[in-house]
């Protein structure tokens, strides 16, 4: 029996997708410049299904994709070309909340906010908030180790993720990790999260929810330079304060959030929102000192939000900034590489630089407390040369963030968008030793094949690349 035979044994119609109309909207996700036609997509609505399907790959040969939402802005959902999807939306289920313990064990099609919804009842919420999280899924977020604009103070997904149920890309089924805070052994769960699909689907997450903060101080400053706002952070991180968020939004950004949602910001040339969290009478004091560095930071303006509808009007607006850009140009690539803080001010400074040299704008919008930046390279795509223009001043940001000593990516992942500058940042050793431990756990290279490693899945394998 062939591949497709043995699909359809496994999934009813509706649940395999094999016909041209149907195939279409898995052929890309966010990172829309790249497409590839799959042979099929599944639709599983129990783990025994995924598994079954990934034994069927294995047996036959045929590379597999796990996909979410596809919000990946790296490629990372991409299919293979002959391969089969996996769209796991369906495995959207709660499918354990202990308030007591402070967990939530979730199917991997479940949505980021989704979480924060089922637990607020309780006092508790997950932490990791994406700009996607509306719309992103869990498992999504743990193959690419998401963030956020709360990651300064909470740490990215890989903090959150207590335990993974997953299937490798032979098919066998293993539990890593356990509900406690502290596990024995290695950190094999840790070690699954961020690896972008490459080892295997996760069937199964045990995330650690947080008590919801007593107080939030949440404040808008306004600046007449970017460079200004990004050494402001630095001064901030220097006064000893911790904000649970300190996000950037440059002119362009700005203009394109106030036409999307109308969230009442200042027309200035950069914007930093910082907001502290966590007990009243710790917040009520830390909003002192911030005041006094804010003042000493040269802001022009600064506001601070006296209610929660306050509140959630600044954070509408950031969280709209990637969508909302799409007013402002036809096509935009968005980068994802990372900067050490005190070296902020100097990499906007060189972005500005960059963007007059190539004669494309550059809308800035960032975490800027742990220095991970998201330059948006916007383009044309109907114009000859200009996707290759757009995407020459994007990797050059990349190796500006190198060499400055920051990273390829924050929490986009590699995907592959950026595998081709994985030398840039790592050593010939330190890739041929990720490309053994994707061949050793998975023989025929069928787990996202052709992302993050630069010689894997297509070409000669990386001790052929730099011999």
């Not at 980068?335 to 050490?340: C, K, N, S």
């Not at 390279?377 to 400055?404: F, H, Q, S």
Request: charge should be negative.
């Amino acid at each position: 029996m062939g591949f497709l035979e043995e699909l359809r044994a496994l999934f009813p119609p509706g649940r395999l997708l094999t016909r041209e109309a149907e195939l279409a909207p898995y052929e890309s996700d966010a990172l829309t410049a790249y497409r590839k036609r799959p042979l099929a997509v599944v639709l599983p609505e129990r783990k025994e299904e995924v598994v079954e399907a990934v034994r069927l790959c294995y047996r036959h040969g045929v590379p597999f994709v796990a996909r979410g939402s596809g919000t990946s802005l790296s490629g990372g959902s991409l299919p293979v070309e002959g391969g089969l999807v996996i769209a796991l939306n369906r495995m959207n289920r709660i499918l354990r909340l202990d308030p007591k313990a402070r967990i939530a064990v979730v199917e991997p099609g479940v949505v980021n906010l989704e979480v924060s919804r089922q637990a607020a009842p309780f006092g508790l919420y997950y932490a990791p908030d994406p700009s996607s999280q509306p719309i992103s899924t869990i498992g999504g977020n743990v193959a690419f180790n998401s963030g956020g604009a709360h990651c300064l103070k909470y740490g990215m997904t890989a903090g959150h993720v207590l335990a993974l149920e997953v299937v490798t890309p032979q098919g066998e089924v293993v539990r890593l990790g356990g509900e406690g805070l502290e596990s024995v052994g290695p950190d094999l769960h840790g070690f699954f999260v961020g690896t972008e699909g490459l080892l295997g689907v996760a069937l199964e997450i045990t995330l650690r929810l947080l008590p919801k903060p007593e107080a939030y101080h949440t404040l808008l400053a306004a600046y007449g330079s970017l460079e200004a706002a990004g050494n402001a952070v630095s001064q901030v991180i220097r006064s000893g304060l911790l904000p649970g968020a300190m996000e950037i939004m440059d002119r362009l950004a700005i203009e394109a959030a106030e036409a999307a949602v109308k969230a009442g910001y200042p027309r200035v040339e950069a914007l930093l929102i910082v907001e502290l969290e966590g007990p009243k009478e710790e917040v009520e004091e830390e909003a002192k000192l911030l005041a006094q560095v804010i003042k000493e930071s040269g802001a022009l303006e600064v506001r601070i939000a006296q209610s929660e509808a306050e509140r959630q009007a600044i954070w509408k607006g950031r969280k709209a900034a990637f969508s909302a850009v799409g007013r402002l140009s036809p096509d935009y690539i968005v980068q994802d590489g990372v900067v050490p803080r005190s070296r902020l001010g100097e990499a906007l400074k060189e972005i500005g630089r960059l963007s007059q040299e190539y004669g494309l704008r550059v809308a800035n919008v960032f975490h800027a407390g742990d220095g991970n930046l998201h330059p948006l390279v916007l383009y044309d795509g109907k114009k000859p040369g200009e996707l290759e223009r757009a995407e020459e001043l994007a990797g050059e940001i990349l190796k500006l963030c190198v060499r400055l000593g920051g990273s390829l990516t924050g929490e986009h992942g590699i995907g592959v968008e950026k595998k081709e500058y994985m030398p840039k940042m790592f050593a010939p050793e330190d890739l041929l030793a990720m490309e053994r431990v994707k061949e050793a756990l998975d023989p025929k290279g069928l787990a996202n094949r052709g992302k993050v490693l630069p010689g894997h899945g297509q070409g000669p394998h990386l001790g052929e690349v730099y011999a």
